[in-house]
């Protein structure tokens, strides 16, 4: 600083002092806030993800009509003294 700007209190532009701790506090605290929204977002979308794959674990699990015959004459060969109705036609 030369001395014209220590007589009339002009600061560079990288120093700190009182005139500087509301704009740095404001800029901490708006990193904050979109940190603080960054992480909420991140974990809803988790919970949806996570939710997403257990309902297509639960529809990849559904059974073909060859898987429902293949049980069928599984169950009819394992029990003979069941009596197992044919498929009925609709």
């Known amino acids: ?23 740095l506090g ?6 904050g806030a979109f940190l603080g929204g960054a992480l909420w977002i991140n974990n809803s ?3 949806i ?6 309902m297509e674990a639960r529809v990849s699990d559904r059974w073909t009509e060859s898987d429902m015959r293949i049980w069928t ?13 044919e498929r009925v036609k609709q």
Do not use: F, H, Y
């Open 26 to 31: 404001l800029v901490v605290a708006c990193i």
């Open 73 to 85: 004459m599984q169950l009819r060969m394992d029990n003979p003294n069941l009596k197992i109705p």
């Open 1 to 23: 600083m030369n001395k014209v700007e220590r007589e009339t209190g002009d600061m560079s532009e990288s120093e700190l002092n009182e005139k500087t701790k509301l704009p």
């Open 45 to 47: 979308l988790n919970k």
């Open 49 to 54: 993800d996570n939710r997403l794959a257990s």
